[in-house]
């Protein structure tokens, strides 16, 4: 069974920076792309970040390029988004999600999220 | 980017009734299109992929096709458990996108 839980999230300061991680089990890791996909409360959803099986592509939206980095550890199945230069807006529900390709599929399976609250 | 161009935001319908859900993408995606039922508090779950491909698991009265550029979900008989927010979303190129959801309410 495909199981993606995360963790790392919880209230920081405009301006601050979060780790997030997702441990991933369940499937062959590194054969999968995995996505970072927010809500923001109340709102609908927002893909942030996406990265290839081998980690050798990454992709991210405008909202959060240059202040974000996703990476992947294949010997530890887990994934990873470094937030930084935090802003009012980033707050949100971030769930890690799977994808059904090494690259550039739908999302099959999701994490049950990660709450990021950034207020001062 | 691609954008998703999701109607109607908000649909009332009653048990048994058949109701349908449009998407409508900015330029051409293929069939690169997937279909998602959110409940409130939990994690969005596939319904649909590739446009019209049934996710394992998901009821045969959800069904998904597609017209050029325009995408349709239709469920045939609501149930009850099917009172959710449903979000479309294109996988043809980076960076994803979803449409706007649709909040599917009892009448």
């Known amino acids: 069974e495909v199981q993606l839980l995360e963790s790392g999230g919880g209230l920081a300061q405009p301006g601050e920076s979060l780790r997030l991680s997702c441990a991933a089990s369940?499937?062959?890791?590194?054969?999968?792309?995995m996505s970072w996909v927010r809500q923001a409360p109340g709102k609908g959803l927002e893909w942030v970040s996406a990265?290839?099986?081998?980690?050798?592509?990454?992709y991210y939206a405008d909202s959060v390029k240059g202040r974000s980095t996703i990476s992947r550890d294949n010997s530890k199945n887990t994934l990873y988004l470094q937030l930084t230069s935090l802003r009012v807006e980033d707050t949100a529900v971030y769930f890690c999600?799977?994808?059904?390709?090494?690259?550039?599929?739908?999302?099959?399976?999701w994490g049950q999220g990660a709450l990021v609250t950034v207020s001062s | 980017d691609i954008q998703m161009t999701q109607s109607p935001s908000t649909l009332s319908a009653s048990v048994g009734d058949r109701v349908t859900i449009t998407c409508r993408a900015s330029?051409?995606?293929?069939?690169?299109l997937a279909w998602y039922q959110q409940k409130p508090g939990k994690a969005p779950n596939l319904l649909i992929y590739?446009?019209?491909s049934l996710e394992i698991g998901v009821p045969s009265r959800f069904s998904g096709s597609r017209s050029g550029a325009e995408f349709t979900l239709t469920i045939s008989s609501l149930q009850p458990d099917d009172f959710a927010t449903y979000y479309c979303?294109?996988?043809?190129?980076?960076?994803?996108?979803f449409g706007q959801g649709t909040k599917l309410e009892i009448k």
């Open positions: 369940g499937f062959t890791f590194s054969r999968y792309a």
């Open positions: 330029q051409s995606i293929s069939d690169r």
């Open positions: 990265i290839s099986g081998s980690a050798d592509s990454t």
């Open positions: 590739k446009a019209s």
């Open positions: 999600a799977k994808e059904d390709y090494e690259t550039g599929g739908h999302l099959d399976h």
């Open positions: 979303q294109q996988y043809n190129s980076y960076s994803f996108t």
